[in-house]
């Protein structure tokens, strides 16, 4: 590893509106940076916005970058933290598993069981909503080592059966990724009119 590179973590918090990650990245151009990884998810109009960036220490952990980020942030009414580490990050592996957990509701204990199952095997990297109604779907990318994909599937079975939620388990691929959940309300309660006409 380049000694003399640090990463920088630069996350961006508040109501969300058009142009901020624009604005964000017009600033990151500017300087002699590499981007790592960048993650955002909005809720209710909240915006989270993660950018992990590396560079030599002079450039990455340097005041202009600093400066530059902070002022246009603020300039658009958000909050913003950057946080240096002196470790660049390896590329993760990718994940090995997809789980997609569906309930009508899914509480907080119901898919705080899913979490405990998944934390007791691997790590969970990457959670998703996937639908909201007239059914709440989550979708979680996670890790776990090869031989503990059977144990995933039978404790996550388990938990399913608890807390009367449905679970589907499958080993993580590009195929996967292709897939699409189609529901038919063929007793219209939940859609009005024929779905064979639709």
Same mark, same amino acid.
């Given at each position: 590893?380049?000694?003399?590179?640090?990463?920088?973590?630069?996350?961006?918090?508040?109501?969300?509106?058009?142009?901020?990650?624009?604005?964000?990245?017009?600033?990151?151009?500017?300087?002699?940076?590499?981007?790592?990884?960048?993650?955002?998810?909005?809720?209710?109009?909240?915006?989270?916005?993660?950018?992990?960036?590396?560079?030599?220490?002079?450039?990455?952990?340097?005041?202009?970058?600093?400066?530059?980020?902070?002022?246009?942030?603020?300039?658009?009414?958000?909050?913003?933290?950057?946080?240096?580490?002196?470790?660049?990050?390896?590329? =993760?592996?990718?994940?090995?598993?997809?789980?997609?957990?569906?309930?009508?509701?899914?509480?907080?204990?119901?898919?705080?069981?899913?979490?405990?199952?998944?934390?007791?095997?691997?790590?969970?990297?990457?959670?998703?909503?996937?639908?909201?109604?007239?059914?709440?779907?989550?979708?979680?990318?996670?890790?776990?080592?090869?031989?503990?994909?059977?144990?995933?599937?039978?404790?996550?079975?388990?938990?399913? =059966?608890?807390?009367?939620?449905?679970?589907?388990?499958?080993?993580?691929?590009?195929?996967?990724?292709?897939?699409?959940?189609?529901?038919?309300?063929?007793?219209?309660?939940?859609?009005?009119?024929?779905?064979?006409?639709?």
């Amino acid at each position: 590893m380049d000694t003399d590179k640090v990463s920088v973590l630069i996350t961006v918090t508040g109501i969300d509106k058009p142009g901020v990650t624009s604005a964000l990245f017009e600033v990151l151009s500017a300087h002699d940076v590499e981007l790592l990884n960048v993650e955002q998810v909005v809720i209710r109009d909240r915006l989270t916005l993660g950018v992990l960036v590396s560079g030599a220490s002079t450039v990455a952990d340097g005041d202009p970058l600093h400066a530059e980020v902070t002022a246009v942030i603020q300039r658009l009414g958000l909050d913003v933290t950057i946080e240096r580490s002196q470790d660049v990050p390896v590329i =993760a592996e990718p994940s090995t598993h997809t789980i997609v957990v569906l309930g009508r509701p899914i509480t907080p204990a119901a898919f705080g069981a899913v979490a405990s199952e998944v934390a007791a095997l691997g790590n969970i990297d990457f959670i998703r909503g996937v639908s909201d109604y007239p059914v709440t779907g989550l979708e979680l990318r996670v890790s776990v080592p090869q031989e503990a994909g059977a144990d995933l599937q039978a404790n996550l079975a388990r938990v399913a =059966a608890r807390q009367g939620i449905d679970i589907a388990v499958e080993r993580y691929s590009l195929e996967r990724r292709a897939k699409r959940l189609i529901v038919f309300d063929v007793d219209s309660t939940l859609v009005q009119g024929e779905v064979i006409e639709m």
